[in-house]
């Protein structure tokens, strides 16, 4: 895997990536755009039985699925998909702790509200926050285009509560070994809420104070008055029960269609 991640390359091919924001041009960085950089993604690769990379839009994206098919038509791919409710509250938390939603309160209703004039604005995918949850709509792409035995989807709450099965059977999926020591307990990407947003934006996004301060601080005295600060600055919101309700109910019909085509039992995401 590269140590580049979520490239995107296979979505964004070709493309600008300057879009529409809230604050103007908007300008999607750290994506690969075009074949011969994707590749130098790959050049440590040597004997290794199986590679790849991991981006979370292709599934959304609708450009993907006949890139992956034209570049790689023999590969195997991994999804691994969340509630929809709780993927795009938690979608519109991290885009909002990041200072990138233009709504000075964590309004929720608000955004959602917005969404369909951000869209036909050509926002980009990052405030998608609830149409990248039509699961069904997005893999049936995949399952119309590409082997069956090429596919394997996962749950996230397989991830919470089955680890080391999970990890197991995706190690078999790619013919490699699966005796790995892989530590469970560790917490990857973890969003934390700013109370205050201004502070946040202060230690997550440039600014000319930063800019003074570096070269007086050195890079871990840096990371650990930072690390403290949002510590403290941290809170924790709540998905209210109307809203959940109201996009169970946007959602319904998508996850039905979906249980049939991954034979699983979604039950517990049509649940307020």
Partial sequence: ?????????????????????????????????????YQ?????????????????????SE???QRIKHYIPDVKLIAILRNPVERAFSHYLYWTSQGYEPDTDYNFAQAIKEEENRIKNGW???????QRGFYYQQLTRYFDIFDTSQIRV???????????????????????ADDVAIN??????????????????????????????????????????????KEHNTGKPILSTQIRQKLIDL??????QLENLITRDLSNWLKT
Wanted: hydrophobic content about 35%.
């Fill in 1 to 37: 895997m590269p140590t580049h991640k979520e490239p995107d390359f296979l979505a964004l091919e070709g493309e600008k990536l300057e879009y529409p924001g809230p604050k103007g041009t908007f300008v999607m960085k750290n994506r690969v755009t075009d074949i011969d950089s």
């Fill in 40 to 60: 130098k993604l790959f050049d440590p690769v040597t004997t290794q039985r199986a590679i790849g990379e991991a981006s979370t839009l292709y599934i959304y």
């Fill in 63 to 65: 450009k993907a699925v």
């Fill in 124 to 130: 980009s995918h990052n405030w998608h926050y609830i």
């Fill in 154 to 176: 996962y749950l996230y709450e397989d991830i919470i509560t089955k680890p080391e099965l999970v990890t197991k059977d995706i190690f078999n999926f790619l013919n490699i």
């Fill in 184 to 229: 469970f307990q560790k917490i990857h990407n973890k969003t934390e809420v700013p109370k205050n947003r201004t502070v946040n934006t202060l230690f997550n996004r440039s600014n000319p104070i930063k800019s003074i301060v570096k070269p007086f601080i050195p890079n871990f005295l840096r990371t650990k008055i930072a690390n403290k600060v």
């Fill in 251 to 256: 959602y319904q019909e998508d996850i039905l």
